[in-house]
């Protein structure tokens, strides 16, 4: 069956380091995204790619980073520059722009040591 | 900007009780709207969507209608099993190009046997 794989499940950070949180799919979708979620709050975007190779900020990018080199593989960087990690990280793709439905792997959870 | 307004939670219930989950939006545009419903430890997945004004969405029992003159999207369900417990999230994306999806803040649903 078509999905997303997000790895790992847990993961835990030192003070200033950089951890990479990795998101697969095989639905051949176009776009895919990076979400935080927070206890009691809704999901905020922060990075989005329609295509490989392109990608743009969302709403909370600061400290993050991503790249697309591949259609199926979108990997987020928490770096040291982002003060509160501590978050359920979810990766979704679609298949392309608009009002199409999102799909979203099983999250992971990332803590600080 | 766009947004969501969802019913604050936690909404608890006796099973076999009728469910609502209040969800009103505002948007510039004519958005489709959605339903997402993420479990314990898991991300999100589509419960249902409608595209255009006066569609009702429907799955698993659940069911909620596009409201355009009261911009609402209220999810219902007329019998609830222990197994719905889950948050909620109601979410909308405009169509045309990119556009991202807002999502409101997740009513948690709590069904006690």
């Known amino acids: 069956d078509g999905g997303i794989t997000q790895s790992p499940k847990y993961l835990f950070r030192k003070e200033g380091q950089n951890v990479t949180l990795s998101c697969e799919q095989n639905l051949n979708h176009d776009a895919m995204y990076w979400y935080r979620q927070d206890p009691g709050q809704g999901l905020r975007l922060i990075y989005y790619s329609q295509i490989v190779n392109d990608f743009q900020k969302g709403d909370i990018a600061e400290g993050y980073s991503v790249s697309r080199e591949k259609k199926e593989s979108f990997p987020l960087t928490v770096t040291s520059a982002q003060k509160n990690p501590t978050a359920f990280y979810l990766c979704?793709?679609?298949?392309?722009?608009?009002?199409?439905?999102?799909?979203f792997g099983d999250g992971t959870r990332l803590s600080i040591l | 900007g766009n947004s969501v307004t969802q019913m604050e939670g936690p909404v608890t219930l006796s099973e076999e009780a009728f469910l609502t989950i209040n969800c009103t939006y505002t948007a510039t545009g004519y958005p489709s709207l959605f339903w997402y419903v993420q479990y314990p430890g898991e991300g999100l997945q589509l419960l249902l969507k409608a595209t255009k004004a006066d569609d009702k969405g429907s799955n698993k029992g659940f069911e909620a209608t596009y409201r355009k003159e009261t911009t609402s999207f209220h999810l219902e369900k007329g019998s609830v099993q222990v197994s719905d417990s889950a948050v909620y999230f109601c979410?909308?994306?405009?169509?045309?190009?990119?556009?991202?999806?807002?999502f409101g803040t997740g009513t948690k649903l709590q069904v006690i046997p």
């Open positions: 979410a909308l994306s405009e169509s045309g190009g990119y556009q991202k999806v807002t």
């Open positions: 979704a793709s679609s298949i392309g722009q608009g009002s199409q439905p999102q799909h």
